[in-house]
């Protein structure tokens, strides 16, 4: 079992910065894909990133690509989202996932999933 701990999020103005934790509890977190996901007000939850076991290869949705940036520390067991020149079309509660078999992508079915963490971007 493995559970996620999301942090990081806040208000920012259109044009700044954030970046997001995810913390991960289990001794096989460095085996896991880790996807970010958001759902903003009254739509579905998207896809936004994704990373391998490795870090090696990232995934990124065509939206974010260029201002979002997904990383990880399999030593503190935590992925990131580096969230830059942010749009207040980016609002949302972002969430962190994982799954099992080390895959990345929208198309992966995510294993576990923590609790969110609110990212808000004023105009």
């Known amino acids: 079992q493995v559970q996620l701990v999301e942090s990081g999020g806040g208000l920012v103005q259109a044009g700044g910065s954030l970046r997001l934790s995810c913390a991960a509890s289990?001794?096989?977190?460095?085996?896991?894909?880790m996807g970010w996901f958001r759902q903003a007000p009254g739509k579905e939850r998207e896809f936004v990133a994704g990373i391998s076991w490795s870090g090696g290869s990232t995934y990124y949705a065509d939206s974010v690509k260029g201002r979002l940036t997904i990383s990880r520390d399999n030593a503190k067991n935590t992925v990131y989202l580096q969230m830059n020149s942010l749009k207040p079309e980016d609002t949302a509660v972002y969430y962190c996932?994982?799954?099992?078999?080390?895959?990345?992508?929208?198309?992966?079915?995510?294993?576990?999933w923590g609790q969110g963490t609110q990212v808000t971007v004023s105009s």
């Open positions: 289990g001794r096989t977190f460095s085996s896991y894909g």
């Open positions: 996932a994982a799954d099992r078999s080390g895959g990345l992508g929208p198309t992966v079915v995510y294993d576990y």
